[in-house]
């Protein structure tokens, strides 16, 4: 639905792929409230909870997941960027020109 007015209009994600660190029952109701799907690996203690309990365990679609790996990766090639990981720029087109530089750093030979 379009926001009245002027602004940005809202969005929803379709699907939220996280690690283990964000695997807890309230943050897996949030989104399911909100009718987002998630990609969330389940803990250990998790896991022996619900064998304890008797109940199913969680599908985890491993291509969704693996395909966050490749984004997380170009996190972390990104932030070797000294100006980029501590964010020395003030303004935010200074600091998107050195995001900009620093992608083209990567995908060019």
Not at 34 to 53: F, K, S, V
Not at 70 to 76: D, L, N, P
Request: a positive charge; one cysteine or more; glycine letters at 6%.
């Amino acid at each position: 639905m379009a926001r009245p007015g002027p602004g940005r209009p809202r969005t929803r994600p379709d699907r939220v792929a996280a690690d283990k660190g964000y695997s807890s029952r309230k943050i897996r109701a949030y989104l399911r409230k909100r009718g987002i799907a998630c990609t969330i690996p389940e803990r250990i203690d998790q896991i022996n909870g619900r064998l304890r309990r008797g109940e199913s365990l969680c599908r985890l679609d491993r291509t969704i997941y693996r395909r966050r790996n490749v984004i997380e990766r170009c996190f972390g090639r990104l932030t070797q960027h000294r100006a980029l990981a501590t964010r020395y720029d003030k303004r935010a087109t200074h600091y998107q020109a050195m995001v900009t530089l620093a992608c083209l750093q990567l995908w060019l030979p």
